[in-house]
């Protein structure tokens, strides 16, 4: 189904869950330039939330993730009261303008804290922003989930659950260090399911340490059975010299650039198969989900949380390592834990870094956002000859076609999506002007 180039599969590439990319932040541009950009939000701009909680209660050795162990409660009670200050801070400086369409916590696991402590976060915002009956959606690592939790999941009115499965494979589990037998992911789906939240998110991966087909096999065999509403099938990056924590792994069983590509593949035509539609190279949603939807209506979006049906302007993110965004400005707040809340003790906004997105940026920013979620772009007359020209050998090779004036992935192509996408990035790729 999909064509197999090894020396394209090579080549890094980001995952471009923006452009201009983390890669490109600096120092220059941070709590001025957001002080700057939140003053310019008008009263009626939609915005969407994110509130990052760097914990957890067992930490998995193939996580990249900026999180830490749950372990030392004053620290996380520290950490909690940080939070509340950062989210009533930059509330108070929108001074009510700005309307809250959407909520999503993250990590971390946000259920290493406890119910309660979501429920004062969630108040607090409710509280301080014009946030009315906006979407809630929160990750949650299943082997800290309860019974409280569906309670309080339900109560807080939260719309959508993503829940890090991985894998269902004993052996593989093992190997990666996140033990959760089958019978307690279908006991946290079931629970959910009582408490009337259907919108349920599935976290998969493959690449994993022992992994064969047949594991992978399997565990979209119990996949579909669970029918989540989304599923996200991501390969796993193994970067120990970045990622200490992945060192436990034993990179001697890790699946080669054939089994990984084969994986992806049979990760694909299985969801399809089963009646998923595709969106993005990674992401797959049942036919009415929102995404779905929005993937028919040409609407897909993508974030720092991956392909999305949200299109507001301006994402404001709060906590250690958030990263908030506007049409011309990205900023991420302080990582570490510790001088994170000590700026915003302090009173100090807590943005320490970012990029400025000019104009000519924003336009090839559109365009790697079209390619990554429609899987097309259109090209304006003037650039089109100069972009063929560039992309020459995608189009040798199969990967794209040209459709009018629209640069399009072909079926057998989609596994080089971000390779074609990379060709607009004005630091990587080779198209010098649009």
């Known amino acids: 189904m999909w064509s197999y180039h090894p020396d394209l599969l090579a080549r890094p590439v980001p995952r471009y869950t923006s452009y201009p990319t983390a ?42 993730c900026n999180t830490g162990a749950a372990g030392r409660k004053q620290r996380l009670a520290d950490y909690l009261t940080a ?32 119910p309660v402590e979501l429920v004062r976060l969630l108040d607090r915002i409710l509280t301080v922003f014009d946030a009315h009956r906006p979407e809630v959606s929160i990750e949650l690592d299943p082997r800290g989930f309860s019974a409280e939790w569906a309670l309080v999941l339900a109560a807080a009115h939260v719309t959508r659950v993503s829940l890090g499965v991985q894998t269902f494979a004993p052996h593989v589990q093992q190997a990666i260090g996140r033990i959760q037998p089958l019978s ?30 047949a594991d992978l ?43 990984r590509f084969e994986q992806a593949e049979l990760g694909y035509r299985r969801l399809t198969d089963a009646g998923y539609v595709p969106v993005g190279f990674d992401h797959f949603a049942r036919p009415g989900d929102p995404l779905a939807i ?98 020459k050998d995608y189009e040798q090779r199969g990967v794209i076609d040209w459709n009018k004036g629209d640069l399009v992935i072909r079926d057998s192509g989609l596994p080089y999506a971000r390779h074609v996408a990379a060709q607009f990035d004005s630091l990587r790729g080779h198209i010098e002007t649009l």
């Open 217 to 259: 096999d399997a565990t979209l065999d119990e996949t579909i059975r669970l029918a989540p509403s989304r599923i996200a099938l991501f390969g796993y990056a193994h970067l120990p010299d970045m990622i200490p924590r992945q060192r436990r792994i034993d990179a001697t069983n890790l699946p080669d650039q054939r089994l």
């Open 23 to 64: 890669m490109e932040f600096t120092d220059d541009v941070g709590a001025d330039a957001y002080a700057r950009a939140l003053d310019a939000i008008e009263a009626a701009t939609p915005i969407s939330l994110y509130v990052h909680i760097p914990f957890c209660e067992q930490i998995c050795w193939y996580c990249g």
């Open 294 to 391: 929005a993937a028919r209506e040409g609407r897909v979006n993508r974030n720092f949380q991956g392909f999305t049906s949200d299109s507001v302007p301006v994402l404001l993110g709060f906590g250690a390592s958030a990263i908030s965004r506007f049409p011309d400005l990205i900023v991420q707040n302080e990582k570490r834990a510790g001088p994170y809340r000590d700026l915003v003790n302090d009173g100090r906004l807590a943005a320490v870094r970012g990029v400025e997105v000019p104009d000519e940026q924003r336009a090839r920013a559109g365009h790697i956002r079209d390619i990554l979620c429609n899987g097309r772009t259109h090209l304006a007359p003037r650039s089109r000859a100069r972009v063929r020209d560039a992309l």
């Open 184 to 213: 307690h992911i279908e006991r946290v789906v079931a629970a959910l399911r009582l408490r009337d939240i259907d919108a349920i998110n599935f976290d998969l991966m493959y690449g994993l340490p022992g992994q064969t087909l």
């Open 83 to 114: 939070l509340r200050a950062e989210i009533a801070l930059v509330a108070k400086r929108l001074g009510g303008r700005g309307r809250v369409q959407s909520i999503a916590f993250g990590g971390g696991s946000p259920n290493a804290i406890a």
